[in-house]
């Protein structure tokens, strides 16, 4: 256990397995639980952790099982319970913030710093209809950029959204993913699961992904292949809600909508239509909130285009 001490609020603990290979190679971090309420991701580390044979490993595998105690146990969709943090939205953290800063701050230094490559595993909240897709991130770096690109290729997640709109700042990379690519450590956002279930499909991509990842990193002889054929998207665009109030959504995950297709409209509390909301562009929905409540400013879609390749 990481201990996160108390400070201003309670302290924490995040639950970290380290499986130390035979041979020699590179340290893959793997992190669950950033958000509470998305699942598949910590059961997948829970199958992992029985079935990577250390005999067979090259390098070291840190496995977060659960980042985001207070929220997973709190059962709280994208903000803490304790501070109403995001804690994909506060990295990399400080030694003296809420209990959010404070558990960022202990993954950035007691695993994203002693990681050579960082995977953050996501699925669609609690209220999020999702697709499976991987975050490719874009950076002024070719090499940096190509390393990412062949990890995003090796998780086997055929939808990869081109990332263009990371912070590049290393003391304000606010995501977990970024912390390790700001360090210098090829990273990933990985995103399988939706709606707070825990499917056997959403937990296996997963699994699958983490081994493919492991085979291109040449951590373990077998895993699975990689994408053949990606499905590149760019751009992609996070629909905010115009309201406050009852969304009624009237697509589905992985969709294909035109531009100006409505995606969903929203009434107040007394069931008068107040809002639409509407695809800015020709895309496939990579998730829809698909439950009742809405604020304004926050998601109800994400819609990606495909990259016209040239
Ligand atoms: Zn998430």
Redesign the pocket.
Known sequence: MIEVPAGIDAGTQIPLTTISGARRGPVLALVAG??GY?YPPVLALQKLRSGIDAAQLSGTVMMVHVANMPSFLGRTV?FSPVDGKNL?RVYPGRQDGTVSERIAFAITTQVIEKADYVL?L????GNESLRPYVYQAITADGKMNSEISRLALGFGIDHILIDRNRPTDPARSLYCSTTAITRGKPAL?I?SGFLGRSDAESVEAIVAGVRGVLRELRMLEDGPAAVSRPVYLDPAEVVASPETGILYWHVERDQTVAKGALLAHITDFFGNRIAEVRSPLDGVVLYVVATPPITKGQPVACIAARATLS
């Open positions: 950033n958000h998305e994208y994909n953050d996501h699925c669609g909240d956002t995103e």
